[in-house]
């Protein structure tokens, strides 16, 4: 996890729902993204937003995470509407880890706002399940962290998070992806390629975790 793991939370002065606009949350998003590339996981709610990441300096996370936020308030037009952003808390090692990555994950499906923590758009989690073109976070980075944990695939990381007990989303099931025309050409090389789903389609979870060996086998083939 590098030097040293934080969490960075900030909520919006009273409580109120700022970030509903979609453009408003695509520049907060953006920027994040820029001056934290290597971040372990984002959420954006509509009242406050979550941050994980390393650094060698939490004050200068302070300063950086603080620098995105004044400049939102600036882009929405707006003066103060953030409450005092607290000190990054320490992630003291895996299981506090994986705990705080839960947490923050499931923030969606805690407010009611979804019933699956894939289905929030604000949410870097579905960057790992190839739910986006270009993204954040990705398994290969990730798993590295969770190599020491009981946590070893996108499978196993699902079905944990979405089985936490306390926000009742019961274990949800991997959305399915179906085999139409412009997918035809990719699940032809996965069935070449020896994987089969018991079934005519993949799910996100077997496609993220099977592209980069079908990818590998795709190159030999086309030779």
């Known amino acids: 996890m590098g030097s040293m793991t934080y969490h ?5 002065l009273g409580g109120k729902s700022l970030l509903t606009e979609r453009s408003h949350c695509a520049w907060v998003w953006r920027n994040l993204r820029r001056v934290f590339p290597e971040a372990w996981i984002c959420v954006i709610m509509p009242d406050h937003i979550h ?5 060698d300096d939490p004050a200068e996370l302070l300063w950086k995470f603080s ?16 409450e005092r952003v607290p000190k ?3 992630v003291r090692n895996y299981s ?7 947490y923050v994950v499931l923030n969606p499906c805690r407010d009611r706002l979804c019933s699956d923590p894939l289905e929030w758009e604000w949410s ?9 073109v270009d993204p954040w976070i990705t398994w290969s980075r990730l798993e590295g962290v969770l190599r020491r944990s009981s946590v070893k695939s996108l499978v196993a990381l699902h079905e944990w998070i979405s089985g936490d007990p306390s926000v009742e989303v019961t274990g949800t099931a991997a959305p399915k992806v179906s085999s139409v025309a412009n997918e035809a050409a990719f699940f032809d090389l996965m069935h070449r390629s020896g994987f089969r789903s018991g079934s005519s389609t993949f799910s ?6 099977w592209a980069p060996i079908v990818r590998r086998k795709g190159k030999k083939f086309a030779h």
């Open 124 to 132: 870097s989690y579905r960057d790992l399940f190839g739910a986006v």
């Open 88 to 90: 990054p808390e320490p």
């Open 96 to 102: 506090h880890f994986l705990r705080t990555f839960r």
């Open 67 to 82: 620098t995105v936020l004044r400049g939102l308030s600036t882009h929405m037009g707006k003066g103060a509407v953030w």
């Open 51 to 55: 941050l994980v990441c390393d650094s």
């Open 204 to 209: 996100l979870l077997q496609i993220a975790e």
């Open 8 to 12: 960075l939370v900030v909520r919006t």
